[in-house]
Nanobody, 116 residues
Framework: VQLQASGGGLVQPGGSLRLSCVAS????????MGWYRQAPGNQRDKVAG?????????ADSVKGRFTLSKDIAQNTITLQLQMNSLKPEDAAVYYC?????????WGQGTLVTVSS
C-alpha cells in the first residue's frame, strides 16, 4: 500500500483547507484509514478516521469543523479531510495512515500552517 498526501498550505485563522490522501497498491487489503497530525514538540495524534467497520471518528478538538470523506475507485482510495474554521492550534504536519490486517502504512505528511 502506498499513501500520497497533499493539500497542505498556509491559511489564515478561520480559513479552510482540504487534504487528500490517495491510497494505491493493494487497496483491497486496507481495513481502516485516517489522518493524524503532529506539531513540533508534540506527539502524533489522531484527527479523524474510518474504522474497520466504516464508522467515522473525530478527535474532540476538530468535531464540527473537520469532515472526513472517502472515495473508492477501481485502483485507488482517496481519503479527504475538509478542514474549516481553522485555528492556530490546528497547525501541524498532517499524515495519512492506513491499516491492513497486519501492517500500518504512513504517507509522507503535508504541512498545514495557520497564521495571519
Amino acid at each position: 500500500v502506498q499513501l500520497q498526501a497533499s493539500g497542505g498550505g498556509l491559511v489564515q485563522p478561520g480559513g479552510s483547507l482540504r487534504l487528500s490522501c490517495v491510497a494505491s497498491g493493494d487497496i483491497f487489503t486496507i481495513n481502516s484509514m485516517g489522518w493524524y497530525r503532529q506539531a513540533p514538540g508534540n506527539q502524533r495524534d489522531k484527527v479523524a478516521g474510518f474504522t474497520a467497520g466504516g464508522e467515522k471518528i473525530y478527535a474532540d478538538s476538530v468535531k464540527g469543523r473537520f469532515t472526513l470523506s472517502k472515495d473508492i475507485a477501481q485502483n485507488t482510495i482517496t481519503l479527504q479531510l475538509q478542514m474549516n474554521s481553522l485555528k492556530p492550534e490546528d497547525a501541524a504536519v498532517y499524515y495519512c495512515e492506513a491499516w491492513t490486517r497486519d501492517f500500518e502504512f504512513w504517507g509522507q505528511g503535508t504541512l498545514v500552517t495557520v497564521s495571519s
